[in-house]
């Protein structure tokens, strides 16, 4: 597609990606609906990989507006860590628990809430749950697109991006997390090579190693 840019995204374009993270928080589809707060999902999903000193953006810039981006991270567990002394303790404040009925619209931001609320690390500082692929997929990402560039193999170029940066870091695999209720995302990881590695009560975690990617990049 013309007049695409992909780049690397820079902090004034968190604007943007709260926008995006919000109109594809429905399995893809628009979840304004679903949301009393429509920053809360960019709170958990979106603006930490800008702000993680080892976060990884590329957007897709197209009619002068980001309209898709990816996000990922070289490694799950220092991310996390970060997430809960740095990232997390100003939104817990934000959002306090009890939650408020009139502020839960919906079983999906009630799950974000809570997820804020979630202790990853005990007082010795190690994961509570660490799967046992973590150490050979320790990357993860998240994709959105606006419905504009949907379709257009602008997806296929943010991860190549992505896996070029990862390839460059010697990251050994990358995995991320995709709904069932979604299955042309289901089918969009498989044709790059992404494998289950866990099937959840929601999905399923998928997993590549990057060594394999050779063929995209």
Known sequence: ?????????VLSDIPYLYEICL????????????????????????????????????????????????????????????????????LRQRYPKPFSPEIVRSEKEAWILDNIHKKRFPVNAH???????????????????????QGKGIGRKLMEKLFTELEKQRVPGLHLGVSSSNPGAVGFYKKFGFSVLEEESWGYTMGIKIDECGDIL
């Open 23 to 90: 109109k594809t928080g429905n399995n893809g589809k628009d979840a304004s609906d679903l949301f009393f707060d429509p920053f809360l999902i960019g709170q958990y999903y979106a603006a930490p990989y800008l702000a993680f000193h080892y976060g990884i953006c590329f957007v897709a810039e197209y009619q002068y507006r980001v309209q898709g981006y990816i996000l990922g991270v070289p490694d799950t567990v220092s991310f996390e860590k970060w997430m809960e002394e740095q990232w997390l303790p100003p």
């Open 127 to 149: 994961r509570l749950d660490t799967p046992s692929w973590l150490s050979d997929y320790p990357a993860h990402l998240h994709i959105d697109i606006l419905s504009v560039l």
């Open 1 to 9: 597609m013309e007049n695409v840019n992909i780049r690397k995204g």
